[in-house]
């Protein structure tokens, strides 16, 4: 399989292909005709506002949804990382691991996958006495060992502390490069989207309303990403200055510094 | 340098002896003994402690409590043995498919308004007063709640897990074995531990319609004879049972849900 650095949507068969995807309860349209093309290996982010449609498009493409009659193409190897890990407790860290698979050299497997998430000292615990992070990392391998063409991450560091999430990052960086899954990553959070992505999406009232491909290579991203972040933060409602978050709730005075760009 | 803690003043004995658990029923025996040996309790009214003690190891030595005992125990073996059977399936049915739900939870509903022990005469007209309607009580008034907790416990396992082990493509079966069935187990060892306590108070009722053999028997025997000795250690061994099957259901929990934190040792 060749891998190019950026692959665009045409030129290989896509993984994920969606076609005027729409999803409503009842009255309410969540997803309203909606297009999407995912790469094989390409990371994706989608951005949106609590309520947006991020987990309802997320669950169609883990096919938890049916979506009957609609125009939708998934891989059948598919893994999902939820917000909590969804760890069995009654199974202990490394037979959730291999949940499903088939019994044979599974415990060899189940070890491999988690010496890549540094876990190879709780092989043998049980989940509820794993930390936050140590309970993601398991719900990473879990997802990891079973070699998906696409990884869906369902907010999957929002309840870590923003050490361990930067630690988490690098790690499903490191992983993606090693597995090469396409991605789609649910964030609120745009820098996170801006760090990890090829592309970056954004939902809102049931369409993307935004779509950026960015092509500075990861760790280099800073300089030319200052208006990318601000445009994004623009689509979540939010007028922020350029800059971190060190500056983005200022309140009153943070004009001060948009109008210095 | 070590400075060793200073050790509390070591309590005095009558101290210990007030704080422990003993003294009290102790001394419910102490009084009891006095009150027979003084004749203030007649036998007939109730048989002195010491007096209970030495028939219990006449009745050990000559048979007689061993072979009824192991009667009563088939009893409650066998009626728990169909009951767990019945309700554990039933649970079942209704707990993983709604239209089984649908077939059994009213029946079982209808089953739960009626009294087990007014069923009793009834159970004698159809199995006449033989082992078969003493067993058959048992075992219908074991299986509601066994019933009842593995239903409930299936219906209220976590959603979300369900749909993780789903998102991994688990099959049906997959995921009743390894996802519904584990979650359900808690609810299903509460409901066990009611059937339990629920099988020996539905034994010593069947057992005293009328029996040949077993605890009830020795206990309808002695009343006639007026034997209170008799009937306080046939209630020693009732009790005895209730303990022994407590401490079964424990056992069980503490191997089967050894994942709950509360169990879980640091
Ligand atoms: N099963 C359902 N029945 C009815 N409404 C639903 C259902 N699932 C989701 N919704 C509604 O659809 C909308 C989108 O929900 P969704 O969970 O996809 O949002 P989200 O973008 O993931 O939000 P968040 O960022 O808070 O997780 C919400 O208004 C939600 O109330
Ligand atoms: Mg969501």
């Known amino acids: ?261 | 340098m070590t400075r060793s803690v200073p050790s509390a003043p070591r309590p005095s004995i009558v101290a210990a002896v007030l704080r422990s658990r003993w003294p009290s029923p102790l001394l419910l025996l102490l009084l009891w003994e006095a009150a027979s040996r003084a004749g203030l309790i007649p036998t007939h009214t109730l048989a002195a402690p010491s007096a209970v003690l030495a028939t219990l190891f006449a009745m050990i030595r000559s048979g007689e409590l061993p072979s009824n005992l192991a009667v009563s125990f088939w009893r409650v073996v066998s009626g728990l043995g169909i009951g767990v059977a019945l309700g554990v399936s039933l649970g079942l049915v209704a707990g993983l498919s709604r239209r089984g739900e649908a077939l059994v939870d009213p029946l079982m509903q209808i089953k739960r308004t009626i009294p087990v022990v007014a069923l009793a005469p009834l159970f004698i007209v159809w199995f006449g007063i033989g082992e078969t309607p003493k067993i058959a009580l048992i075992a219908f008034a074991v299986m509601f709640p066994l019933y009842l907790n593995l239903y409930n416990g299936i219906r209220g396992v976590d959603k979300r897990l369900v749909e993780g082990a789903l998102s991994f493509g688990l099959d049906r079966w997959q995921l009743i074995v390894h996802v519904i069935l584990p979650g359900a187990l808690p609810s299903l060892l509460v409901g066990l531990r009611y059937a339990l306590t629920i099988s020996i108070v539905m034994l010593v009722i069947a057992e005293q319609i009328n029996a040949s053999a077993g605890l009830g028997f020795l206990v309808n025997n002695a009343r006639d004879f007026m034997r209170t000795d008799i009937i306080v250690v046939c209630l020693m061994v009732y009790a005895l049972l209730g303990l022994a099957a407590d401490l079964l259901v424990r056992a069980v929990e503490t191997r089967a849900l050894a994942w709950r934190p509360k169990l879980v040792e640091a």
């Open chain 1, 1 to 261: 399989m060749t891998v190019s650095l950026f692959p665009r949507v045409g030129q290989i068969q896509p993984v994920v292909r969606l076609r005027g995807f729409t999803r409503a309860f009842g009255e309410t349209v969540v997803i309203d005709g909606l297009d999407l093309d995912i790469a094989p290996g390409e990371f994706v982010a989608l951005l949106g506002h609590s309520g947006s449609g991020k987990t309802t498009l997320l669950r169609t493409l883990a096919n938890l949804d049916q979506a009957d009659g609609q125009d939708v193409t998934i891989p059948s190897a598919r893994a999902v990382v939820f917000q909590d890990s969804r760890l069995l407790p009654w199974k202990r860290v490394w037979k959730n691991v291999v949940l499903g698979l088939s019994r044979r050299g599974a415990r060899k497997k189940a070890e491999a996958a988690l010496a890549e998430v540094g876990l190879s000292h709780r092989v043998d615990a049980w989940p509820l006495t794993l930390s936050g992070g140590e309970a993601q990392r398991t719900a990473l391998a879990r997802a990891l060992v079973r070699e998906p063409q696409l990884l869906l991450l369902d907010e999957p560091f929002a309840a870590l502390d923003a050490l361990t999430r930067l630690r988490m990052h690098e790690l499903v960086l490191n992983l993606w490069r090693a597995h090469r899954p396409a991605v789609l990553l649910v964030t609120h959070d745009v820098d996170e989207a801006i760090a990890l992505a090829d592309r970056v999406l954004v939902l809102a009232e049931g369409r993307f309303v935004a779509e950026e491909r960015i092509e500075a290579e990861r760790g280099r991203r800073t300089a030319s990403v200052r208006d990318l972040r601000r445009r994004l933060l623009a689509h979540l409602g939010v007028t922020a200055p350029s800059g971190s978050y060190a500056d983005a709730v200022a309140g009153a005075g943070a004009g001060l510094l948009e109008a210095a760009e």
